[in-house]
């Protein structure tokens, strides 16, 4: 998985992605405020502080919902999220730091509920 560099958005961040997003997938990924969220890409922790957000809000939204079908898609869109996230942390340079505050933070978001 590769992504392109100088993208200042999780936009172009996603757009940029190698595999891309499936474009009819997208636009659920992109709602609300994910769009301009900005990254730096000279920050890895830039872009992961953005991934977790989207996750945890994600993971929110689908915890919920009363088991309708609008929490599926949100659940789906926690899932992408949270497996960026993942691979963000791993590209970081203490790659094992920031897998383990990834996998806390979610947690703790799922916990919340």
Do not use: K, N, Q
């Amino acid at each position: 998985m590769t992504e392109r560099t100088g993208e200042a958005t999780l936009r172009g961040w996603l757009e940029g992605r190698t595999p891309p997003v499936p474009p009819a997938f997208l636009p659920r990924l992109l709602d609300g405020e994910a769009a301009s969220r900005s990254v730096l890409e000279e920050s890895p922790g830039s872009t992961l502080d953005a991934l977790l957000t989207e996750a945890r809000e994600a993971l929110r939204s689908a915890l919920a919902g009363d088991g309708e079908r609008e929490g599926a898609f949100h659940l789906l869109a926690a899932d992408a999220w949270i497996t960026y996230a993942c691979e963000a942390a791993l590209a970081s340079e203490d790659a094992t730091g920031a897998l383990r505050r990834t996998l806390a933070e979610i947690l703790a978001a799922a916990e919340a509920r």
